[in-house]
């Protein structure tokens, strides 16, 4: 049986691979997990909802962006040399393969499958009458009341169609002048998508139920046809900070424009008659290429209703994660800030418990009655955050809280606005972050008074404070009272809050200032060795620059592995440039999105260096956000991190591996290692050992 493959459509004689196509690879390597025999069928299930999900952010972002710069007029090439219009060109060919392999996985694949194990997912053309009369039981009591019908005729204007709602178009005959009419009739987000009938696991699609009705919301009328359809909008967030007096009134109007962002995709069922798409690609200032057809249900993310079900025979085990030995005491949780005196702690989500470890962090500090500050970065968070909790908890215990928050990360925009007032009516002292810039960093600072000194408590991680998605996104982070982290993470919040000079940090690298130009001189270090090697791990490689720079320690004789989980627009294996460059990427259960950085002679010939932090080797990371990079220095730290690069490596279950044409293959062996399951084992056996 050969390897399964995705990519290989970057078929130009550029020496890097473009950024977008690259983008829809990885989505491709998601949509593949649907078939891996090996995953449990509600796991399954659940890779279509997220390869439809990211597809849909895709567009709101990038393609979005790309349609922006057609409409004015640039001709820029990209690294690759294609203009915008060929980039959007290139897309839809691909999206449209990509669609069309989503759809027939469902319908071939995952129905029969949900079916054999007890699971239908229905039309309403195919309910038993017992069941119509349930669905118009519960159309009659719990629908029609919330349905709006919006006519359009000379008197009523083609309605707004809101971003990723999911509506029907309706033809209407009126029966006493044969004249035909449109309407549109938009399914409420606020009802389950998927109907359960019964006391079984029928589900029949709202949208169906609500067609099938459709008489009862025009009375009189001829129902001819309807169909479904969604409009995608453009969604990025387009401020221009640099003018902006008031940083949060501007991303509040930001958000009001992004309701009303120009249409750049319509889906469309594939029985819609040539008429009605007509009339919508006219009313939605759309053309042809704009309009993706399905047999399937459209927003396939609502499919994630179904992976909910507690169904655990068809799920992964649910894990929990271990508490780290050095955290706790006899069951309990220790007392952290004597833990850490006696050494760093790291640990390795979701395989560590965040909330034992990160939240613990920051609960104990706010009511410990030595703390006398906390000051904490926030890019995202969870909607019931512990973090926020113990922040203001700490306020009102009189300790001073500074918390930055970024209100510019993308689509969390209004969930931050909210939370920085609540901050603030607290009396925790909010910055909003930097003119041009978004903080990405991930970094904590606890500022406790002892016998004898001020000490400072850090956490520098890989990952948001967000307890959620903690569960699912592989992250590192550690916990450290060193005191050169503490003094790095003083100047840096300084300089965030306040008005400073970047300092010459002792052991961060720091965006924007110096981590380009720190990176370039660590891969300098390792070409003059003369026996160079880097690991390093991320989650996107997009920068022409250090692409480039890559390829120049390749030809200098430099071993070099990449793990990128997403975008990766370097072209490993070409002939006398990037000979000794291999990359392959890891996707599996959990979201790949720690950054390692690995330099075999960063502190000289044979003194490897090893950083951890929120950089990616993309332009945006390096350029345009604040990112900390940490040197680890403890022993035990630093033997855990190679190790798990070295689980990445060795994988032969999760692994996907990239060549030059641009195609990625999964790497199935012989040696059976997944890195999810490998970690999970690490990290019990670490628990265990301490008893």
């Known amino acids: 049986m050969s390897e399964p493959t995705v990519g290989g459509w970057d078929d130009t004689d550029a020496d890097v691979l473009n950024r977008e196509l690259s983008w829809l690879a990885f989505n491709a390597r998601v949509l593949a997990l649907s078939l891996d025999a090996d995953f449990p069928l509600l796991e399954r299930l659940g890779f279509l909802a997220i390869f439809a999900g990211n597809l849909d952010e895709f567009f709101q972002v990038r393609v979005s962006g790309l349609h922006d710069q057609i409409a004015a007029g640039v001709h820029t090439l990209s690294p690759d040399g294609r203009t915008p219009r060929q980039q959007v060109d290139e897309i839809r060919r691909v999206v449209t393969e990509l669609c069309a392999r989503h759809e027939q996985i469902l319908a071939k694949e995952m129905v029969p499958a949900l079916r054999d194990a007890g699971i239908d997912l229905l039309d309403h053309d195919d309910l038993t009458d017992a069941e119509r009369e349930e669905a118009k039981a519960r159309f009659d009591s719990r629908i029609f009341p919330v349905l709006t019908p919006l006519a359009v005729d000379p008197g009523h204007p083609f309605p707004y169609i809101s971003d990723l709602s999911l509506n029907l178009a309706v033809l209407v005959r009126d029966r006493t002048d044969g004249r035909e009419r449109f309407a549109r009739v938009k399914v409420p987000n606020t009802l389950d998508r998927w109907m359960k009938l019964g006391t079984g696991a029928r589900f029949v699609s709202l949208e169906s139920v609500i067609a099938a009705h459709l008489e009862q919301l025009f009375p009189g009328m001829e129902i001819v046809e309807s169909h479904a359809f969604r409009v995608t909008r453009n969604a990025d967030l387009t401020l221009e900070d640099e003018d902006a007096e008031d940083l949060l009134a501007a991303v509040e ?109 920051i609960r104990q500090a706010a009511v410990d009655p030595d703390v006398l500050a906390i000051k904490l970065s926030l890019y995202r968070t969870s909607g019931d955050s512990p973090i926020i909790d113990a922040l203001i908890r700490a306020s009102e215990r009189g300790k001073q809280v500074a918390v930055l928050v970024e209100l510019k990360a993308r689509f969390d925009e209004e969930a931050n606005i909210g939370w920085a007032r609540r901050l603030e009516q607290a009396g925790v002292h909010v910055a909003y972050g930097l003119v041009g810039l978004k903080i990405h960093a991930k970094i904590c600072m606890v500022v406790r008074e002892e016998r004898t000194q001020i000490r400072r408590y850090c956490h520098v991680g890989t990952g948001n404070y967000n307890h959620r998605t903690a569960r699912t996104y592989e992250d590192f982070g550690i916990l450290t009272a060193d005191p050169e982290v503490g003094e790095d993470l003083a100047d840096l919040f300084n300089g965030l809050t306040g008005y400073s000079h970047a300092p010459r940090y002792k052991r961060l690298l720091v965006a924007p200032e110096r981590l380009r130009a720190d990176l370039r001189d660590l891969i300098d270090r390792e070409i003059a060795s003369g026996r160079g090697r880097m690991i390093l791990k991320m989650n996107s490689l997009a920068d022409a620059e250090m692409i480039e720079k890559l390829y120049e320690a390749s030809s200098g004789g430099v071993e070099i592995d990449l793990i990128v989980r997403g975008i990766c627009c370097l072209r490993p294996g070409l002939p006398g440039k990037s000979e000794r460059i291999r990359v392959r990427s890891i996707v599996g259960r959990y979201l790949e999105h720690s950054r390692i950085f690995h330099f075999a002679n960063g502190a000289g010939p044979g003194e490897p260096l090893t950083y951890i932090g929120s950089a990616d080797l993309m332009g945006r990371n390096l350029d345009r956000r604040v990112e900390a990079m940490l040197e680890v220095r403890d022993p035990v730290a630093l033997g855990r991190l190679r190790e798990a690069l070295e689980v990445n490596l060795t994988d032969d279950r999760l692994a996907w591996t990239l060549d030059a044409s641009g195609v990625w293959r999964r790497r199935k062996g012989t040696v059976g290692i997944d890195a999810h399951e490998r970690f999970r084992q690490l990290a019990r056996a670490r628990s265990a050992a301490h008893g």
């Open 253 to 361: 109007l930001e958000l009001r424009r992004r309701r009303f962002g120009r249409a750049i995709r319509l889906e469309v069922s594939a029985t819609m008659s040539a008429a009605v798409l007509d009339l919508l690609i006219r009313e939605l200032d759309l053309d042809a290429n704009d309009v993706y057809a399905t047999a399937a249900p459209l927003d396939a993310r609502a499919l994630s209703e179904i992976v909910g079900l507690d169904r655990p025979e068809l799920k992964w085990p649910a894990g929990r994660g271990v508490v780290e030995p050095e955290l706790q005491s006899d069951g309990e949780p220790a007392e952290f800030f004597a833990a850490l005196r006696r050494g760093d702690v790291l640990m390795h989500h979701p395989y560590s418990s965040f909330s034992a470890s990160v939240v613990e962090f």
